[in-house]
């Protein structure tokens, strides 16, 4: 049974950090296009950062310069450092894996930027 299982989310003040980790179970993470999304209230999924099949990795414009995707394939997981936070941030944060066919995704952790 294939699970991603999402943690650190939480309550952070404006310009804060938080880590998020993304255990994956069932799949190897290095065979599969890995990446964060989030999801607002109100607002449709985007994109926040991944890793591309050619190695690459993207972000969103509006994390640039302030989140940092990693990935620990020993340990299977993957990560998103998230610094200088604003309430823009505030959002539920999922993981992502991306096969030819198939794609999986956790059920989110929240994090939540307010003073």
């Known amino acids: 049974q294939v699970q991603l299982v999402e943690s650190g989310g939480g309550l952070v003040q404006p310009g804060g950090s938080l880590r998020l980790s993304c255990k994956a179970s069932?799949?190897?993470?290095?065979?599969?296009?890995m990446g964060w999304y989030r999801q607002a209230p109100g607002k449709q999924r985007e994109l926040v950062a991944r890793?591309?099949?050619?190695?690459?990795?993207n972000y969103a414009d509006s994390v640039k310069g302030r989140f940092t995707i990693s990935r620990d394939n020993a340990q299977n997981t993957m990560y998103l450092q998230m610094n200088s936070l604003t309430p823009e941030d505030t959002a539920v944060y999922y993981c992502?894996?991306?096969?030819?066919?198939?794609?999986?995704r956790g059920k989110g952790t929240l994090v939540t930027v307010s003073s």
């Open positions: 890793f591309t099949s050619r190695g690459n990795i």
């Open positions: 069932g799949i190897s993470l290095n065979v599969y296009t």
């Open positions: 992502n894996a991306q096969g030819t066919n198939i794609t999986y």
